[in-house]
Every structure is written in structure tokens, then in C-alpha cells.
């Protein structure tokens, strides 16, 4: 019998480990014993039908709901389970929300560097410079209020600011959703760049055929626990299990 040599090369130590999630909202439990891990530099696409979980799972993961009493989330070398948003944030995860949570008040330029912030090793990665060659539409519009930008922009206005804090997780909740297709083709192009640039990403997004142009690994969620974990390669051939859990 051949060994394989992908079975005997050591297994990288994964970047976010996931134990056992249990939560919801009051009495409602959501997600019921959620366990996953993401590699460094991994493109993660987490999917499921609209209301399974995924929202859910990710403001789980930013400490914006505790992840119940069995419950554990390791980042890096840090236990985070219980951790405040901020820590979470400063420990070196980023959330784009849905809706992007932008300040309509604020320029655009004021509204990328607020939260800036070198990484948990002293490094900037992510300067001011760098965010305008990614997104050039944002250096047009640096003297701009982020109340004047259209819907594309403010979204690659929330990603670039997530990326001033110079994270080693991006997770982005529904990413190109309500944006034209042209903007929608910006905001792929512009996170294949974030995953060569080595950071990993978990995504949420409705349009699986660039998620899988562009993530390495899926999650379905479905009624809050996870029904599949596997390689693009292995979701893209499988239309039974897209339609089952998927519906398209
Ligand atoms: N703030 C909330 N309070 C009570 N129930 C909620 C709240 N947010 C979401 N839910 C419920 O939790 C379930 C999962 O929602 P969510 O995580 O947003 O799913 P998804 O992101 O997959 O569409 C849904 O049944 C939804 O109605
Ligand atoms: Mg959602």
C-alpha cells in the first residue's frame, strides 16, 4: 500500500479552532455543538440557507455572543473563549458585518484610519498607501464623506478598514451582497489579493460560483450545525449535496 506524501507532511497548526459551540439569542438555541478549525491563510466559505446560523456563528466568533458552556475558541496561541470584542479584535480577527456599520459622518479617509492598528508582532502590513493601490476608487474618493459613497465603495470601504487593523482572520458576512455586478466582480478581485496576501478569511456569500473560484474549503451550517466540511473540489462536484443543502 502507497502512502500518500500529503499524509506524512505535518499538518500546520490550524489559526482558529472552534470547540463545541452552542448559543443563540434568549432562549433560543442556534447554533447546537459547532466545531471547526481554519489553517493560516486559508479561504474558508461558510454557507447555508438563510437563517441556519452563519451571522450567527461569526459574531460568535467576535465575542459578540458568549459561545456556551462547552464552548471554546482558540486564535493563534490565545485562548479567546469569553473574550471581549475589542481583545478578539486586537488578538487579530476582523469582521465586516452585513450592512458594513460604516459612520455616514465621517470622511472617508478619517473613517479607513480609525481603527488602525499594527499587528499582535508590532508589524503594519496595511498602510494608509497600501489600502489606496488596492482600492484605487477610495483614494478617488479620500476627500469624500462615506455618506456620498455608493454601495460597492462603502463595502470596500469596511474591508479596507478591517485591513488597517491588520488582521490575521477577515471574516466578511455576505460580501457582495446588494452590490452591482460589476462591483461585485471589485470586491472578488480585490479579496483574492487579501488571500495571497497570506491573510485567512472566512465568507459568506450567496454566489457560489466565485466562492469557489476563490475559497479552498466549505462549511454548510443547517438549523445551526455543520452538515458539511470539505474541499471546493469536493462540494463543486457533488449537485446532490448543493441541492440539498443549498437549494439551487
Ligand atoms: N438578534 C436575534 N434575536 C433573535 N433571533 C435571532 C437574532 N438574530 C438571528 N436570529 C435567528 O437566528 C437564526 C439564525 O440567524 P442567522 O445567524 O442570522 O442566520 P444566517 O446568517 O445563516 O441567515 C434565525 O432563525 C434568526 O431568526
Ligand atoms: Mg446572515
Redesign the pocket.
Known sequence: MSVQLSELAPVAKPLLVCSHITT???R?T??RDVSLHVAPGETIGLL????????????TIMGLLPPGPQGCILFGDHDITGDRTASIARAGIALVP?GRGLFPNLGVEESLTLGARADSKGRNLWPLERIYDVFPRLAERRKHWCNQLSGGEQQMMAIGRALMTNPRLLML??ATEGLAPKMRDEIWSILRRVAQAHIATMI?DKNLRDLFDLADRHVI?AK?EIVFEGSTDKLRSDDTLIHRWLGV
Not at 48 to 59: A, D, E, F, S
Open positions: 443563540g439569542y434568549g433560543a442556534i447554533l447555508g440557507r438563510n437563517g441556519m446560523g452563519k451571522t450567527t456563528l461569526l459574531r452585513e458576512d455576505e459568506v451550517l445551526g
